[in-house]
């Protein structure tokens, strides 16, 4: 583990003359926008990618396609129109748009031709939908984000996630920092975290932790996660060991105990920015957690564990939206910021993101 | 019919320095601004043009005046205060105010004589109140708008409009387009637009279309209108003329069909600014439509026609206020419009109305 | 009584230039911010002072004290916190301070010794928490206001109040004006307002009224509060006397009555500003009425009077919020004052309040 003087002398942002709240998310990545099931055949969706409007479509058959959300001729909101077999038409004017957003036909009574949607690139993936905002040509040459425990039948995955009202980054550092733990103490008893250390690269930080519950009991949910059922504070003393990663633009939470060779949980995590401004993000999360050597008693518990995690992540979004509301209202950012793992990621996402011009 | 290149040459407004969504509406012209049965005997009404307040008056008797609309002492809104026989009194401090805005008495202990009402020139006609909120000294000099139908026994008029959250543009640029005829078919089935020409000058343009059924069975709402039942596409071809007119600002449309004299629909219509950027207008619409010569069946069916037109309006409302909103979100104008009439129009609009020095 | 034109060469505010309605009140005052009630044994409660966040505190043992609302860690709502018998817990990370505003233990693995939490001036007094938010050094000679009355056992209070949306200016202005009786007629019948005359220094202005009712009968509760029936208007004509006094930052307002050695009302009043702009503010209102001498009838009607005060204040309050709402959609004021304790009020607040530099 290093300690906080050498990070603080490993060439620390200059956070005070750039606000991390301000700055935007890299688009050279692919960004999961939708649910699959969100986008059925023949529908047509407006998401939200950093203020701007895409609409993804999935005609009758075929892939789903992305195109810009707002008709180039009068700007009418293209998910408000028509799937018909692979072209969308627009509610305005008629004019109706194939997957390389050429107008191939309008009511108008003059040449369309002109008249081309901007095209997204576009893939599906494990139930998500993902579009890739930056330079197109790059596109092929950046991969998707993997996240194989969703296709392993030894776990079952939970999809999860909805609008939070706060900039991206306010996640990444609310699920990094494990102090917050008091947070939670209603749901999980009191847990004392202890920090077992740091790694980061160019692109990436991770932060180790282990638990002691000295208070309270472990409530059931988290026993089916653990797969097992721990009766005091002394049985659960520093005996497991979460991770948590940003490798920018995702996060990832795994969770390994003693003597399992793979994780007991496995969180993969996106954060895609909403507004212009980015003080809006929409989570998706893909919650993986393996199954009990007793078959099905997973599944049978599946309700109570969504109702624990949903709660869980309740509480996060609860505190992430004061952050973003009290950086509103004093117009910048105040943190004072004291934990190594936190400078850290400040600086990996300062980095990594687009900072405007001062 | 002009084509589109020599409309092109016929000095087309540079509408790329100038935003049409931030040009005002001229104010020389008589503007309706509220029903006469909103403001009944002894009531005061605040309306709204283009961001200003005015209160509109009918004395217990005379004809109805027109004031500012927030009181000269402490810009309370006279709306809110009392009609005492022909005078408005604040609600306030009192301060009572005739037809000419002058203070006739108050409850303050002081002078009171240098505090007047700004008055508004102000005319009743067929059920509207109008008002005239440009140079005051031209007001006996500009005629109120003519709408003859509405007397006419021969036809019975419909009274409707309501705010529409858009600039006065998008409506005039909505109707006189009539390729959008896909917005309204689950209303009146397939419809084919053939535009038949368009003329322009000074003050208006004007465009006539003819149309052809291609799908879908006539609405007995649209039977009523042009008085006969026609039961294919066959018998709808190319039969009717639709004609719409901006004569600024005044906007209009007549359909008139094969063998009668008269139009079987007269649309008369206006849009006037609510707020002081001109991005809400409140629509005032006066629809004639010809009586059949059976007595009394228009007046059956009146029900009818009330919902068919507020349904088609109900469309025509949600494009428009789809095209303002995405103006809001782009900061501006990205229209590309190919479609002769409507750079006409577009043209009209500019030259007509007020635009803010750059 | 001073008239008009002396008063107006005793070097009146240059308000073309300076907006009272941007002027922010002093903060080297005593300002209520909650009422007792509010903040009970081991509970925080977030308040607003011109849009600082305040949390006080009361621990489970000792007296109030206030905080900086928003934690200095990460600017999480301390109110959300958990008071732990002297200390309040942040529920964010833990971070814990006590009535010094240091920061005790944390759930950080870190030290955060460095983040103190700025405290506040503090004093509980006749059921109201007051915070002095000037220059703290000020606090201790700087006097709480006082309201003896309260305490006084041949008077009866109500404590009353709600954020109301206007500058506080509107609301000494309304009070002070008692022209505006017509706002209240429904309430109390016709009141003719004969203005006694005015003193003023360097914090203060007074004025003096007597009323006479044309028309309308005396209601019930103001009976209550002269203590005596008046049947006609004769009973009524200039018996009392109405004094209005803004001692900067308060306001009072006292009824006497002929024959009685103490008035029959004593209204202190305070308009705490909630948003940075101060274009919102709550009111604290202290109404104390004197004792009838048959004993609890006070008490038994109390809920009439309760019921009738409030009538009258909401009364206040919309055109208080109407006369806001013109200065917001004007941007600015355009007030035009005539009456001279008006006059020589605005200067009063002008020269107290906190000018931005133009």
Chains 1, 2, 3 share one sequence.
Request: glycine fraction near 8%.
């Amino acid at each position: 583990m290093q300690n906080k003087s050498s990070l603080l002398t490993l060439k620390e942002p200059d956070t005070k003359k750039k606000d991390l709240r301000r700055v935007k998310t890299h688009p050279d990545f692919w960004y999961p926008v939708a649910w699959s099931h969100e986008v059925g055949p023949g529908k047509a969706l407006d998401v939200r990618f950093s203020g701007r409007h895409i609409v993804v479509v999935r005609p009758l058959d075929g892939l789903p396609y992305a195109l810009d959300g707002l008709c180039p001729h009068r700007q009418v909101l293209l998910a408000k129109g028509a799937v018909c077999s692979g072209t969308l038409k627009c509610r305005g004017h008629g004019l109706t748009f194939n997957r390389d957003g050429e107008c191939v036909s309008s009511g108008l009574a003059a040449d369309t031709t002109s008249l081309r949607a901007k095209t997204w690139a576009c893939r599906e993936k494990d139930g998500l939908i993902f579009v890739f905002m930056g330079q197109q040509a790059l596109a092929n040459t950046i991969s998707l984000p993997d996240f194989p425990r969703v296709r392993d039948p030894n776990y079952r995955t939970r999809r999860f996630g909805r609008v939070v009202n706060c900039h991206y980054s306010f996640m990444h550092e609310n699920l990094m920092d494990m102090n917050h733990q008091v947070l939670h103490s209603k749901l999980v008893g009191k847990m004392k975290p202890r920090f077992l250390g740091m790694e980061r690269g160019e692109n990436f930080v991770e932060a180790r932790y282990t638990f002691a519950r000295t208070g309270g009991k472990q409530p059931l949910s988290e026993a089916l996660i653990y797969g097992q059922r721990r009766r005091d504070g002394r049985d659960f003393a520093y005996r497991d060991v979460m991770t948590i990663r940003t490798n920018y633009p995702y996060q990832r939470l795994t969770i390994e105990t003693q003597g399992k060779p793979d994780p007991v949980m496995d969180l993969w995590i996106s954060y895609v920015p909403q507004d212009r401004d980015e003080l809006t993000n929409r989570t998706f999360g893909l919650l993986s957690i393996r199954r009990l050597k007793i078959p099905l008693v997973l599944d049978i518990a599946w309700p109570l564990l969504v109702a624990f995690t949903e709660r869980v992540f309740f509480e996060d979004r609860e505190i992430v939206e004061l952050e973003q509301k009290a950086w509103t209202e004093l117009g910048g950012d105040h943190n004072i910021e004291v934990f190594p793992v936190i400078l850290a990621l400040r600086n990996l996402l300062l980095s990594q993101g687009i900072s405007e011009p001062a």
